[in-house]
Nanobody, 115 residues
Framework: QVQLVESGGGLVQPGGSLRLSCAASGSTFSIRIMGWYRQAPGKQRELVAR???????GYADSVKGRFTISRDNAKNTVYLQMNSLRLEDTAVYFC?????????WGQGTQVTVSS
């Protein structure tokens, strides 16, 4: 079983940066592929970035070069560094395993990019 708690969201101007954190419980965290997802109003939830236990990463085309996913297995935490934020990055951001576990969704953290 995995429990996930996201934090770090907020209001930021276009071009700004935020760092999201996801604290995970569960003894199998280190071997799981972890991902960041987001859901904008009226849109389906989408995968933004993922990070495997071996260190490989993957990004959605829309965030490539701007977002960086990382993890600290010792702290059971996965991060999402978001730079050069755009209006269209506004969404609720969630972390989950990849593929996502239906029972693992947390409350998410709101990111609002606005001038």
């Amino acid at each position: 079983q995995v429990q996930l708690v996201e934090s770090g969201g907020g209001l930021v101007q276009p071009g700004g940066s935020l760092r999201l954190s996801c604290a995970a419980s569960g003894s199998t965290f280190s071997i799981r592929i972890m991902g960041w997802y987001r859901q904008a109003p009226g849109k389906q939830r989408e995968l933004v970035a993922r990070f495997s236990s071996s260190g490989s990463t993957g990004y959605a085309d829309s965030v490539k070069g701007r977002f960086t996913i990382s993890r600290d297995n010792a702290k059971n935490t996965v991060y999402l560094q978001m730079n050069s934020l755009r209006l269209e990055d506004t969404a609720v951001y969630f972390c989950n395993t990849f593929p996502p576990g239906a029972g693992y969704w947390g409350q998410g953290t709101q990111v609002t990019v606005s001038s």
